[in-house]
């Protein structure tokens, strides 16, 4: 036993979280997986064994197979729309000015909002018979379009809503890592007479390159927990293609109550992201150091 | 387990109420999200606890959907509702197998009972068990809007037989008027239409013998006609633009607003069009029309038949006699002749209709007593899985993506699959 | 600094406004929304109201169920962050400080916690939370919600506190102080930008949560805010201006929540988790 009390710490400050984790989050991961070879409805007593059952039915389902592609566009926006257009704005905005508090701040907002009200007003929004689309079919007197009811159009709506909740959070990183690059070095880029876009390329971006590793993974594990924004917007619709892994998951396994079903599609998901995010975390974080 | 007793007890004492001393009723119901509804439910409680003083009734509201999401496990709980508001069908049936419902008949006396419509004490009864009251019926019917149809010269007192009904849907969009509105999003709108065909090719005893698994089950050729007359429909293009991505109380609104002729729902439609209309005004009744559904000719179902829903209320295990005393209050005949009067509810209780002020109302609630049958909707006959690939089949009927053939063994492979 | 040129300014202003523009306005829309009438929200659901009718906002200001869901879900919200803050610094501590055997492990254990949605177990979670009895009660949400912002929380303030200079612990212990008194008398003290950071994150999510009150909570007189909203939604029909004042009245608490630690957040995040 070591004097510095160390032994003490670890009994006493490890424990709260690690048991407060087990119970409420990889306790009931165990009995998804569990419940994953059961066909169950929700009532009474779990008995009716299936084995790999629940899985097979999965693997088959083309809506399943629509939801993974859509968690997969989200994936692709999230990284390639998301995280650009929110390194562009730390890049203007990370100075300490009023102004760029102001913008910061509204910014930020669409974070704070619930994903189901963030849901609601977007479907307001978007409503070809009273939203802006309403509006603007009337102003160019078009035929009204109705995007939400379009299977070519109504997943773009839903990348859009994600893109616009989330940009901000992903800005905040990138503003508190330029921050933290030491303003002599970029004095001195400045100095020796590199443009604004060089001393971006070779200085800031370089200087931040975790905090847009560390913004990439969220936005992965992010991009595949997309759900409460989907329910109300176009609830899975029109005719089930526009559900992510998770509202296909609360649509067929929890308000049909197929219960086992639920928790198979459920653990396909949590493999997917410990997968992905482990690779991610392997290839793209571990080299350059820790996270 | 001790240490968890312990947590439970020091968290019941850092947040729980003070100990109540008369005996609590715990009740769940849905949203009836109009005023009227809510003050309803309010004087009826007032009024039982007056006469019962030591019984209290706690009532609680939730939304449609969540209440439909956490029943299940809610039920399972140590926090279960002694009573609860139920659709009938398929889930209660579920339910009841479960072993989580509370069998009554012995706590109702026969008097009671005879109050009641023999069709609606015959919803909550499953397996000669009887579970809980019946409290009001719906039935869906076409309403229309009379300037329009007037407009496009068509007289849907007409309308006998479903081609009747598709040869009008067709003038009706020659003459540059949406002839149908349907809240295409909720998706049971649509289901409306398919299930109302397959009550009228298959007849009522057919779809029970679906359901049993008879004739192919639920993909016999029965319903794949029923498919084939929904498409000759959708194949018109009846409905208002966007209509996917219209839910069924945005559909009253637009057909409130005169966006369209026809609208097939239940009757609180009637109620519901003005509500959801722009100006507050809706269709004004003199301007509403209604027939019953079309016939199909040569279909087995008995052209007076209805389709609808049967509502009411399920008592769950372990619930006290307080529970089935207070559902015959709510349901005696001074309660539900009060509930008539708010034309939102057609009542089970003989004598109740006399409450009932809305003329159109009222000539729904005749349709209603002088049918032979009433089909329970069949996204609730079915119960939760099957009901919402029903829902889902009707959907994409209607789009074009699949054909009656698919639709057809969509329902059905989810019927096996349960 | 070199001067950049008007126009490069001028373009970048523009840039500013115009992505300000698409973020407001969906926001204004929502508050103008709760001053109009059913009938005006549907036929000019942007502009400024015909007429303001407050009706809506009194009706849910002096109706008795606002401050009711707004008390529950400050008290579960308030909570959640300071149980999360408090496990997982002092988890954050143990793991940034102390070697010890299975160290690695065990945080890879907690990273777990990040990949998994509410959505994905909820039912599961339904049954432990019945299990402690804990249904109806503010605690079957505020331990489930800190225990899945654990992972997160674990993660930015380890980083945190790994930065935080090893001579300050070394002169400490020369004092006699050790790990446990070091914590709360200089760790935490010195953490203030990473735990409001972190309290931030963990207060939006647990206000906004709606999937994990629903199944927990029953009685209304326990309802949290986003159970009231989706109150207003019955089954026939839609009271938007209702709604989206209800929406408007909520994102208020968050909203002064989130000014009054924003300029915490920017300095936490900086120190917490991008420096390497």
Redesign the interface.
């Known amino acids: 036993m070591r004097s510095d009390g160390s032994l003490t710490a670890l009994m006493l400050f490890l424990p709260p979280a690690v048991l407060l984790f087990s119970l409420f989050v990889i306790w009931p991961i165990f009995t998804a997986v569990d419940l994953s070879f059961y066909k169950w409805?929700?009532?009474?007593d779990v008995t009716n064994f299936v084995g790999f059952d629940n899985y097979g039915?999965l693997l088959k389902n083309s809506i399943f197979h629509q939801s993974l592609f859509n968690s997969f566009k989200l994936l692709l926006a999230s990284i390639f729309l998301q995280i650009p257009l929110a390194l562009v704005l730390a890049l203007l905005l990370y100075r300490k000015t009023s102004a760029n508090t102001a913008f910061r701040l509204i910014f930020f907002a669409p974070y704070i909002l619930a994903e189901i009200a963030t849901g609601l007003i977007w479907s307001f929004i978007?409503?070809?018979?009273y939203g802006v689309s309403a509006m603007v079919a009337d102003k160019l007197g078009s035929?009204?379009?109705?995007?939400?009811?379009d299977k070519q159009w109504a997943f773009w709506t839903i990348i859009t809503v994600v893109v616009w909740k989330y940009f901000g959070y992903h800005m905040m990183i990138f503003i508190a890592a330029l921050q933290a690059v030491p303003t002599d070095l970029i004095e001195a880029a400045e100095i020796d007479g590199a443009s604004p876009l060089k001393t971006i390329w070779y200085v800031k971006l370089p200087m931040i390159l975790h905090a847009i590793k560390l913004s990439v993974l969220f936005a992965i594990t992010g991009a595949l927990q997309v759900f409460d924004i989907i329910i109300p917007l176009?609830?899975g619709?029109?005719?089930?293609s526009t559900h992510s892994i998770v509202s296909f998951l609360y649509t067929f396994g929890?308000?049909?109550?197929?219960v086992g079903f639920g928790a198979a599609v459920g653990v396909v998901l949590f493999i997917l992201c410990v997968g992905t995010a482990f690779s991610y975390k392997r290839l793209a974080i571990d080299k350059g150091g820790q996270l | 387990m001790k240490r968890?007793?312990v947590?439970?007890v020091l968290?019941?004492g850092?947040?729980?109420s003070a100990p109540v001393l008369a005996e609590t009723v715990k009740v769940?119901s849905?949203?009836?999200?109009?005023k009227e509804g809510r003050d309803f439910y309010a004087s009826a409680i007032e009024k039982f606890e007056k006469a019962n003083p030591d019984i209290k009734i706690?009532f609680?509201?939730?939304?449609?959907?969540?209440f439909?999401?956490?029943l299940?496990?809610?039920?399972?709980?140590?926090?279960r509702?002694d009573i609860f508001y139920t659709w009938t069908g398929g889930v209660f049936h579920?339910?009841a197998?479960?072993?989580?419902l509370k069998d009554i008949s012995g706590e109702v006396d026969k008097k009671t009972l005879d109050t009641f419509a023999p069709g609606g004490i015959k919803a909550l009864t499953y397996n000669d068990k009887l579970y809980g009251l019946p409290m009001y019926a719906g039935v869906v019917v076409l309403f229309y809007n009379k300037e329009l149809t007037q407009k496009a010269g068509v007289d849907p007192t007409t309308i006998k037989t479903w081609d009747d009904f598709l040869a009008a849907v067709k003038t009706i969009k020659d003459a540059g008027i949406t002839p149908i509105v349907v809240g295409?999003?909720s998706?049971w709108p649509l289901q409306h239409y398919y299930g109302y065909l397959a009550t009228r090719i298959a007849g009522v005893d057919g779809i029970a013998a679906a359901k049993a698994g008879e004739n192919d089950g639920l993909a016999g050729p029965d319903f794949v006609k029923a498919g084939e007359e929904f498409k000759k429909l959708a194949d018109l293009q009846p409905f208002q633009?966007?209509?996917?991505?219209?839910?069924?109380?945005?559909a009253?609104?637009?057909f409130g607003d005169g966006?369209g002729a026809f609208i097939l729902a239940g009757n609180?439609m009637i109620g519901?069009q003005k509500?959801?209309?722009?100006?507050?005004q809706g269709i004004s009744d003199d301007k509403l029309g209604f027939i019953p559904f079309p016939v199909i000719t040569g279909g087995k179902g008995d052209p007076a038949d209805t389709f609808g829903g049967i509502n009411g209320w399920l008592v769950s295990k372990n619930a006290t006699p307080a529970a089935s005393k207070f559902l015959a209050s709510l349901m005696n005949l001074d309660n539900q002749t009060v509930s008539a009067g708010m034309d939102l509810w057609l009542p089970i209780v003989k004598g109740a209709d006399a409450g009932i002020r809305n003329a159109n109302v009222k000539a729904i609630a005749n349709l209603l007593a002088a049918a032979p049958h009433h089909q329970l909707y069949l996204d609730q006959e079915l119960g939760?899985?099957v009901g919402?690939a029903m829902n889902?089949a009707s959907?994409?009927l209607a789009?074009g993506?699949i054909s009656p053939d698919e639709a057809a063994q969509m329902v059905e492979e989810a019927h096996q699959?349960? | 600094m070199k001067r950049s040129s008007l126009l490069s300014q001028l373009l970048r202003a523009a840039f500013l406004t115009f992505i300000a523009a698409l973020v407001i306005l969906p926001l204004l829309a929502t508050f103008l929304g709760g001053f109009k009438?059913?009938?005006e929200l549907?036929?000019a659901p942007f502009g400024f109201p015909s007429h303001w009718s407050f009706d809506v906002f009194i009706d849910i200001l002096t109706g008795p169920v606002f401050w009711t869901y707004l008390r529950n879900s400050l008290v579960i919200s308030l909570s959640a962050v300071v149980l999360t803050l408090l496990c997982a610094s002092m988890a954050a501590y143990v793991f940034a400080q102390i070697r010890f055997f299975g160290s690695r492990y065990l945080q890879s254990y907690m990273l777990l916690g990040m990949m998994f949605p509410f959505a994905t177990a909820i039912?599961p979670l339904?049954?432990q939370i019945?299990?402690?009895?804990?249904?109806?009660?503010?605690?079957g949400i505020i331990l489930p919600q800190t225990a899945f912002s654990m992972a997160f929380a674990v993660i930015l303030l380890r980083s945190f506190f790994q930065q935080l200079p090893k001579e300050l612990f070394e002169a400490a212990y020369v004092d006699g102080c050790g790990y446990v008194g070091f914590f709360f008398r200089f760790t935490l003290p010195l953490s203030t930008p990473i735990l409001a950071t972190v309290g931030t994150f963990v207060f939006v999510q647990s206000w906004n949560n709606y999937l994990l009150p629903?199944?927990v909570l029953?009685?209304?007189s326990l309802f949290t805010w986003p159970?009231g909203i989706?109150?207003?939604?019955?089954?026939?029909?839609?009271e938007w201006n209702r709604i989206l004042a209800f929406v408007s009245l909520t994102i208020l608490p968050a909203l002064v929540f989130f000014t009054f630690t924003q300029k915490y957040i920017v300095a936490g995040l900086t120190r917490g988790s991008v420096k390497g």
Request: glycine letters at 10%; charged letters at 20%; aromatic letters at 10%.
């Open positions: 409805n929700g009532y009474g039915i978007f409503d070809g018979d035929e009204p379009f109705y995007i939400l009811a176009t609830n619709g029109p005719s089930n929890l308000a049909r109550m197929n | 968890y007793a947590l439970a968290a019941v850092m947040f729980a769940l849905i949203e009836p999200n109009v706690q609680d509201y939730l939304d449609d959907t969540s439909k999401s956490k299940p496990t809610l039920l399972q709980s140590s926090a509702p579920e339910q197998d479960a072993g989580v295409g999003k998706k633009p966007g209509f996917m991505d219209t839910d069924n109380s945005k009253g609104g637009l966006r609180y519901a509500r959801n209309s722009t100006s507050g939760a899985n919402a889902d959907a994409e789009t993506d699959m349960h | 009438t059913l009938g549907r036929a039912v339904f049954f019945n299990r402690f009895g804990l249904l109806d009660n503010p605690l629903l199944v029953n009685e209304q159970l989706m109150q207003f939604r019955g089954e026939f029909i839609v």
